[in-house]
């Protein structure tokens, strides 16, 4: 692209803003590279927002932006807008990203999955994780026993495993099941220590700084699910959030990030006024509210 197209998209697709994807924040990040992408540390965090306050950029709340920015054109005076959103319910939000948010008075946005809070979420990508790390030896169902005693053999089980379950042809939850069914007891408790409690998300919804959406009951891949089912399955979690929290759900994000044609009527019938995925930069012009481009946020090693 020449100068005098890059000038051009510019003034006809101006940058508004961004809305981070995030999903953990942790004083220490996993050995595993898939799990460690989806961490971060509170340092990261608090220099990252002070890096943005020293650029202009404004922190808003994803009402702020819907009502106020979102479809307005940005004259090259007007301030940036950033959102910063977490998706799933992991309790190191509460711990250690919402000291962050009050330090700064940052308002953010919980994208909640309502199993977690319910204490029904599955985290097995990362009992695996504990699995692997607490023992020398791993035995599959048939008798294989894969030695993992060193780091390299750590990483290569972790690797072969998220490879297996992944291309399985089954759900990951499932599958995983079939292959360490034989360990799950020994970390059964992971998923509940793991996962926000209501009173937790109370607290921060108490704080004015944390607006709360949808992000589906059960976490599902949209693309397997018929409307009918996905309206069920993001009805059950704006209907969990209104019972436990007496307020309307009114932004979603979409389960890995997969929208489909179903998945975005679903949420438009549930009156839902924007709905985000995990990637896609920068919000620009022209915006689709219901297809949100977020900022998956990485810290660098």
Same mark, same amino acid.
């Given at each position: 692209?020449?100068?005098?197209?890059?000038?051009?998209?510019?003034? *006809?697709?101006?940058?508004?803003? *961004? !809305?981070?994807?995030?999903?953990?924040?942790?004083?220490?990040?996993?050995?595993?590279?898939?799990?460690? %992408?989806?961490?971060? @540390?509170?340092?990261?965090?608090?220099?990252? !927002?002070?890096?943005?306050?020293?650029?202009?950029?404004?922190?808003?709340?994803?009402?702020?932006?819907?009502?106020? $920015? /979102?479809?307005?054109?940005?004259?090259?005076?007007?301030?940036?807008?950033?959102?910063?959103?977490?998706?799933?319910?992991?309790?190191?939000?509460?711990?250690?990203?919402?000291?962050?948010?009050?330090?700064?008075?940052?308002?953010? #946005?919980?994208?909640?999955? #309502?199993?977690?809070? %319910?204490?029904?979420?599955?985290?097995?990508?990362?009992?695996? +994780?504990?699995?692997? &790390?607490?023992?020398?030896?791993?035995?599959?169902?048939?008798? @294989?026993?894969? =030695?993992?005693?060193?780091?390299?053999?750590?990483?290569?089980?972790? +690797? *072969?495993?998220?490879? &297996?379950?992944?291309?399985?042809? *089954?759900?990951?939850?499932?599958?995983? #099941?079939?292959?360490?069914?034989?360990?799950?007891?020994?970390?059964?408790?992971?998923?509940?220590? /793991?996962?926000?409690?209501?009173?937790?998300?109370?607290?921060?919804?108490?704080?004015?700084?944390?607006?709360?959406?949808?992000?589906?009951?059960?976490?599902?891949?949209?693309?397997?699910?018929?409307?009918?089912?996905?309206?069920?399955? !993001? $009805?059950?979690?704006?209907?969990?959030?209104?019972?436990?929290?007496?307020?309307?759900?009114?932004?979603?994000?979409?389960?890995?990030?997969?929208? #489909?044609?179903?998945?975005?009527?679903?949420?438009?019938?549930?009156?839902? $006024? @924007?709905?985000?995925?995990?990637?896609?930069?920068?919000?620009?012009?022209?915006?689709?509210?219901?297809? /949100?481009?977020?900022?998956?946020?990485?810290? =660098?090693?």
């Amino acid at each position: 692209m020449n100068i005098i197209a890059k000038i051009k998209n510019k003034i *006809e697709h101006p940058v508004l803003g *961004e !809305i981070w994807c995030l999903h953990r924040v942790l004083p220490e990040r996993s050995r595993f590279g898939r799990n460690k %992408e989806l961490e971060i @540390t509170p340092r990261f965090l608090q220099e990252k !927002i002070e890096a943005y306050q020293r650029d202009g950029f404004r922190f808003c709340s994803i009402d702020e932006i819907y009502s106020g $920015q /979102l479809f307005r054109y940005r004259f090259p005076w007007m301030p940036r807008f950033v959102n910063i959103s977490f998706d799933d319910g992991f309790s190191d939000v509460y711990e250690h990203a919402f000291p962050v948010f009050k330090k700064y008075a940052i308002p953010f #946005t919980l994208y909640l999955t #309502t199993d977690f809070p %319910e204490k029904k979420a599955f985290i097995w990508w990362l009992m695996l +994780e504990k699995i692997i &790390l607490d023992h020398d030896a791993v035995e599959f169902p048939d008798g @294989t026993r894969y =030695p993992c005693s060193i780091e390299d053999d750590k990483q290569r089980l972790f +690797e *072969e495993s998220m490879h &297996l379950i992944y291309h399985s042809g *089954e759900s990951a939850p499932i599958f995983f #099941t079939k292959l360490f069914g034989k360990y799950i007891g020994e970390y059964a408790s992971m998923n509940e220590k /793991l996962a926000l409690s209501w009173s937790q998300i109370l607290e921060m919804l108490d704080s004015g700084l944390c607006t709360l959406g949808s992000h589906s009951a059960t976490h599902p891949d949209f693309r397997s699910l018929s409307y009918d089912e996905i309206l069920k399955d !993001i $009805q059950a979690s704006v209907s969990k959030i209104k019972e436990k929290t007496k307020k309307d759900v009114f932004h979603f994000s979409y389960p890995h990030s997969f929208r #489909t044609d179903n998945a975005e009527r679903a949420v438009v019938k549930l009156g839902m $006024q @924007t709905a985000a995925m995990g990637y896609g930069g920068s919000v620009k012009l022209p915006v689709d509210g219901y297809c /949100l481009p977020r900022n998956y946020i990485v810290e =660098p090693e």
